[in-house]
Every structure is written in structure tokens, then in C-alpha cells.
């Protein structure tokens, strides 16, 4: 078999010790040691070139707050970026991330994630050094860490050896509007929740019939 190319994920932020504990455990770590993927996360600040390692500054037009700056970022993007590499900018006003975009980002060797604070990040940012601005859902966090841990996660375990084969066909979304039925396992009766009966029946064919008529709405 050949062997496969690692896929390389890189998160660009001032708080690299919140994303690393959670890609180096379970599925993500695991897939790290076989070498499978790669997850990098780099100290935006280490991009800066002032003595105070300034990573944000005033709004042009005035307003609250800090809004993160071009320079930094593009800097750091610069310094990581490999060839065949796909730029994702966290933003609360993105397009919503879905699983249609996590198949079409596991074809890239490197994805580079932005993540902003504060305000958010110099609209430049998006318009000349992302490729994209993808949004996690319909609410504001305090960052773009946990948004990036999100994606990555959604799209590594796509990415084949990450997770059995097996366990990716026909789960929630791999279809238009697919929901994956009711899951059960031992003991068959706990107080008095009971397993439906058509599951410890061994009937296949029954199986799939209830199934088929118990995928969530
Ligand atoms: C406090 S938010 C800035 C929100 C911005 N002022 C707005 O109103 O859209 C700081 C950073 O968190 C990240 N962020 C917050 N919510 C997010 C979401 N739902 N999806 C993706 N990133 C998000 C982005 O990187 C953003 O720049």
C-alpha cells in the first residue's frame, strides 16, 4: 500500500497552550504518533517585531476594544505556509462551517487556521491573507481556538487511518439531511429503560427496517 502523505494543521494564536493539550489526547493524539496528521500551533507573537510583541492596536474610526493586526498574521502565515496549503480565518461573520466543508478541506496537505481576540482581525486579514473566513455557528466566542479545534477535528477524523472506515459511512451528515439513528448498548434494561426489542432480535433485515424509520429528525 503507499504510503500516505501526513496531513499537516497549523493554528495560528496568542494562547497555543489551549489547543495543544486537546489535539495531543485521544483520537488526535493517536493519529499524531502513527503520523498520520500533524497538529502545530505557533505563538502569533512571536510575529511581531516590536519589543513589546504588539499583536493589536486601536480601530481606525475609533470603537471598544483592540482589533488584531494584518502584519502579524501575514507574517506567520508567510513562515508556515507548505505548497498545496488552504488559509481558514476564524470569524464569528463567516459562512458557517458544515460537513460538506470539512471533506473539501481534507483533500488539502496543510490547512492553516487564524485565530482572532479581542474585536477581532484587521479586515485585511481576510480579504489578503486568508482564503476563507469560516464561522462555527451563530454566537461570538472569546476567540478563534476553540472554532479551529472544531474544524480540525471535524476534518482529521476524515482523513483515512484516522478513525475506521466503517465508522464514517452513513453517521449524522454524510448525506444531505442525514441523521444517524438511536445507538444502544448493554445492558439491554436499565431501571426501566428498556432497548427496543427489534434490536436484541438479530433480525438484520428488521434492524435496518427500524433504523431506516428511527433516523433523527
Ligand atoms: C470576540 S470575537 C470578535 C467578534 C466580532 N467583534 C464580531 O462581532 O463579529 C474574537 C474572535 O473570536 C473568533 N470567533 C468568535 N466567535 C466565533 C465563531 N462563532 N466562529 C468562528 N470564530 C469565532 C474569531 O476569530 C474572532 O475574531
Redesign the pocket.
Known sequence: MAKLKKKQFDVITIFPEVVLPYVQASILGRAQKAKLIEIRAHQLRDFATDKHHKVDDTPYGGGP?MV?KVEVFERAVQAVKGVKARVV??????KI?TQTDAKRLAKYDQLIF????????DQRVEDHVADEA???????????E??AMVMIDAIARLIPGVIEKESLVRESHSDEGYREHPQYTKPPVYKKWKVPEVLLSGDHKKIEEWRKAHQKE
Open positions: 476594544g488584531m480565518l476564524t470569524s464569528a461573520s463567516g462551517f487564524l485565530c482572532g481576540r479581542y474585536e477581532g482581525v469560516l464561522s462555527i455557528g451563530d454566537y461570538v466566542l472569546t476567540g478563534g476553540l472554532p
